[in-house]
């Protein structure tokens, strides 16, 4: 631990470079805080994400949960690693007593903190108490709802024909990282007037010409520009080019009639070329060249130029004004929305907050203060200035006073800034470092500025590469590895257009490394899947799924793409088009997919003949007439389905109980049952919150992204893909980033220039200032996408692989990469493929890895720790005991998923079981006695059922296994291992009473209380 971080008296801003220990660098702090006396909770860590939030309270909470266990000699021993001496022992503990109540340490997104200040403080808000936070889905249906609102005004009709001259798809402007940018610009220019003064003033129009229409406003620009002088020349040239036959004067002697007939469509030819390049040659050729015609044309070219400058000024304005008085209307719609159906979003609850803040209530910045002490601040350099913002107002007074106590942590990395699209601003991070720094200084605290460079993920040769490419923009950074200095390769390999595919070529790499077991985690083992991390600069999904199918035919588990519109999937795309076809029977197209969909499976052949022969009439109504096609496949089915009339969550849970999942999950195996139970959670929710309509739903369901984001569960064996954003904070022996070549084209629809916002509508439209912030915010780009891809290459523990394309565009990833002089071309490489390589493969023989064990490094446990107890030798009595137990927990988790899977079970069972370390017989045993209660008992897992239950109450938590509602009555059953000749404890069945009580008091229901004895299906109730 860092000398700086145990002086809990000073404030501390740690510049840590990837792979040195952030987390633990924060997770030290909180511990030199406790151990030296802070109260836990006025401590306040606020993290970038939840799931940072939890890793870091569950870190944390395991050092006082681990010494609670420990003897006295132990807890002394662990003080000294981390630096403190045996006289803390006894805080240590008083915290180890602390640690599960609820007054600890505050780890929590700056959302989450932001939104628990408003829920103490309400009134003082201004907020209607009760107010709910909105999901994504919710956001985007408002906001589209407010759309549709806003463009059907007929006094806003003039300003969306302007919109519409440049686009169609107003609805791609409102993205979610402008909705905070457009809601601070309103905040400045509320109203029409105000939004046309700034525009007029920005472009120096008169205000006057923006009210006219603007054809008329063009009519006297054209009017200015065709007055006397500028005749005069447009003659004189005329003239002096009629001596000239040849095609060039003439081209130009057309083009100036045209002009002076008043025609000037054409004039912009005067200037440029056809693809909108300045014209390099000459007008007019020698025959007629005079310094009279020079001079004419040159005035002619100049006017001109003004003309189309001033046009361009007017539409850039007309366009800007037009624009943003049309989004002011619908953010306006938007916020009455939510206000109607009582909800707030994210960017809600961090302006209510600062709001709050600001107001400077003289007993809410008192109470505010008086409950935190210390903040920590993680990932610093994606903080938005708003999230700044609420940290300057919450921590203001700290520095109020001489040799403040009171103390800020921030840790950070500015090369490693990459959300800007969610408000990050990497600006700030060394300008709040200034702020923070002096207000420390001004008070008297000491203030340590830290920088932390030495890696304890990556081996040395990945650390050199990394400095190397990143040398003239990091250019002060320099990494050190602390484990293997000169270990560690990377390979970029380069394909050419008609060679060897990259999904082919990614699962073969993937193969062989696992194949030759190199050597991982500091060559304590060879490679598994799991130590496979894929990574995309933007997210291919089909790319990334022919890369799992390559995968899954080498038998090579992988987890899935990390997020997944669920509209993608296979298996929810043959549901909706089932519902769709139920919605029109007789859309052939629509038909005809699903008889090839697994619902029905018919073969290519049939599917044809019936096509061809069906003539005029519909496929439907062709096939039920044709008795071979009738008796082969399940047309019945279809028959049935389009005579029900059912809401949408009836729809599908009808059609999938009916046989649909059988035949889905047969063929898309048993993965898809994930995809098909969120699926039905949408349908569930969209009916609940709009309308239990089918085709209301079809409609809504194409137009809005349901993007399901999958966990990963880091003991699963398997091979991860995901973009370069997903991956921070995570890390594997293996990075392989599989769309080097890929380069951005996605453009810019708002320019920020300060606080003012622009219309990047079209570059020719564009002023020379606002091309100016358009290339500044390009080059603001730039610079984030090459921090992306120090984030991607920081993954990497000993293997990095780049794969990309020699053709590659400049601003690729690759381009930049094959620049490092560190590269050599590899000697042995094929021709498919071009390689080249820094630091060589160190070839290990190791043990056949057993593919049940599962590796888990956080769980290792050193041999020192044994050393505090004396162990005792286990007897078999013991051990046959823990399996007994072990065994039990095994078949409640199989228990708790019976009424999701029901009789599916089995296709999800492994994955329920991987975690239990029991035999491959004792799991089939487990699942057998599971499917058996189930077969008995059905009526304990109708839809009512509910698994695992938490509830809270008179301050204490409690778990049911299973709740029930059976012929309307609850049911309060637990499952208990074992037959019914054992007894059953009397404290065991004053348990389930409390659970009996807390239930009826919570639920107002009675409940009645069951055992479920496992063994032999038996349920006893309890009185």
Known sequence: MLREIQDIHASLWISASAGTGKTKSLIDRILSLLLNGSIPSRILCLTYTKAAAVEMSERLNDYFINAAKMTDAG?????????????????????????????????????????????????????????????????????????CFVVKQPDLKSHLSIIARHTLSLTNILQDHTLMQLRKFFGRYSTQSDIKRLFSTYFNINIDDIDQPYEEVALKLKKELLNQ??????????????????????????????????????????????????????????????????????????????????????????????????????????????????IMDFDDIIIATIELLQNNIDWVMYKIDQSIDHVLVDEAQDTSPEQWKIIELITDDFFSVSNSQKTIFIVGDEKQSIYSFQGADVSLFNKMKSVFKDKAKGCGQKFYDINLNTSYRSDGAILKFVDDVFKTDFPNVHHVSSKNENKGVVEVIS???????????????????????????????????????????????????????????????????????LKDELVVEDLVTLAQFVENPHDDLTCARVLKSPIISMSEDDLMNLCLSRQTETLWNYLLSDPKILSKYDIESL????????????????ILIDGVKDKLVHHFGGKSLMMINEFLNVCFNYEKEYSPLLSEFLRWFRHFDQTIKKEYNGSCNEVRLMTAHSSKGLQAPFVIIADAHFVSSKGMHILQDKENLFWNFNKKYLTNSVLQILKNQINLRNQESTRLLYVAMTRAESYLYILGNEDSKDGSWYKKIRKSSLLTPDESQNTEVNKFRYGEYDWREFPKIVEDVQHNDDMYIPDWYYQKFQIAEISEKQQEMDKYMLFGECVHALLSNVSTYREDLSLISDEIMIQFNLSHEDKSRALQMANQVYKKLPFLFNNSAKSEVTFFYNGKEGRIDHIVTVQNETWIIDWKSGTPDETIPEAYKEQLRLYQSAYENIKHIRARIAVVWVQNQTLIEIH
Request: proline share 3%; hydrophobic share 35%.
């Open 229 to 342: 002088d500028f005749r005069n020349c447009l003659s004189s040239a005329i003239k002096r080019l009629e001596l000239s036959s040849k095609s060039t004067d003439c081209d130009t002697r057309s083009l100036l009639t045209q002009i002076s007939n008043g025609n000037l469509d054409n004039m912009r030819k005067l200037i440029y070329t056809e693809n909108g390049s300045l014209r390099a040659r000459q007008l007019y050729t020698k025959d007629v060249e005079s310094n009279e015609l020079r001079n004419a044309i040159e005035k002619i070219k100049q006017d001109v130029d003004k003309y189309f400058e001033k046009k361009n000024i007017l539409e850039s304005a007309n366009a800007n004004i037009s624009l943003f008085i049309v989004l002011n209307k619908i953010i306006q719609h938007f916020s009455e929305n939510k206000i109607v159906k009582h």
């Open 495 to 565: 394909f050419s257009n008609d060679g060897v595919a990259l999904p082919e070529y990614t699962a073969q790499l993937i193969a062989d490394a696992i194949q030759r077991q190199l050597p991982v985690k500091n060559y304590a083992r060879g490679a598994q899947p799991q130590d496979f991390l894929i990574l995309f600069r933007h997210r291919d999904i089909e790319t990334m799924n022919k890369i799992c199918s390559e995968l899954q035919k080498m038998h090579i588990p992988v987890s899935g793409i990390d997020r997944v519109p």
């Open 639 to 654: 028959k049935r389905y389009t005579q029900l009339r059912l809401s949408t969550f009836s729809f599908f849970e009808t």
């Open 75 to 147: 807890v002394i021993q662990e003080l000294q690693d981390m630096g403190f001496s045996e006289r803390y022992l006894k805080r240590m503990r008083e915290l180890s007593q602390l640690v599960l109540q609820q007054d600890w340490v505050k780890i929590q997104t700056i959302h989450s903190f932001a939104y628990s200040i408003i829920q103490k403080f309400p009134l003082e808000t201004g907020l209607l108490p009760g107010m709910k936070q909105c999901e994504d889905h919710e956001k985007t249906q408002l906001l589209m709802e407010a759309f």
